[in-house]
C-alpha cells in the first residue's frame, strides 16, 4: 500500500449552518493521534508525547492536524536525529461528536480516543503525513 503524501490535509466536513454564530458556540473538540513509519506503509503509534490527545478548535480537523504536527516537531528539535531522522510522521484527526461516540466529559484527559477511534475503524477527519526529507525540513536537521 502506497501512502499519499502531501504538505495538506484531507478536508474536514462542509462549512457551517445557517444561524451558527461563532461568539457563542463552544468550539469542537477533536482527537488526534501521531503515527510514525519506516516506509510510509506499515504506521505505528509514536509513543513520545504529544502523541495523542485533544484540542478544541474552531478552525477544523486541518488546522488540529498542523498544529498536532507542529508540537510534535518543535519538541523533535530538542531530540537526538538519530532517533526521527528517517522516520514518516502521520497525524489522524477526528472530530468528536455523535458520530465517534463524543467527548465523555466536559475534558477528556488522557483518554487514548485517537488509538480507540482507529482501532473501531472510524475515517478520520483530516490526515496530515510528512516524508522523512519533509520531517528534516521542519525539525531543522
Do not use: K
Amino acid at each position: 500500500m502506497m501512502a499519499v503524501v502531501a504538505n495538506n490535509t484531507i478536508p474536514a466536513s462542509g462549512p457551517r449552518g445557517p444561524g451558527d454564530d461563532e461568539a457563542t458556540r463552544t468550539p469542537p473538540t477533536y482527537a488526534y493521534l501521531v503515527q510514525v513509519s519506516a516506509n510510509g506503509e506499515r504506521w505505528n503509534a509514536d509513543w513520545t508525547e504529544p502523541a495523542s490527545g485533544f484540542e478544541r478548535s474552531a478552525d477544523g480537523a486541518c488546522q488540529v492536524a498542523r498544529q498536532a504536527l507542529g508540537r510534535r516537531f518543535r519538541q523533535m528539535r530538542a531530540d537526538d536525529g538519530a532517533h526521527w531522522r528517517d522516520l514518516w510522521f502521520r497525524v489522524d484527526v477526528w472530530l468528536l461528536g455523535p458520530a465517534t461516540g463524543g467527548p465523555r466529559r466536559d475534558d477528556p484527559g488522557d483518554t487514548p480516543w485517537g488509538r480507540q477511534l482507529q482501532a473501531d475503524g472510524v475515517a478520520p477527519d483530516a490526515v496530515e503525513v510528512r516524508t522523512p526529507i519533509q520531517v528534516r525540513e521542519e525539525v531543522g536537521g
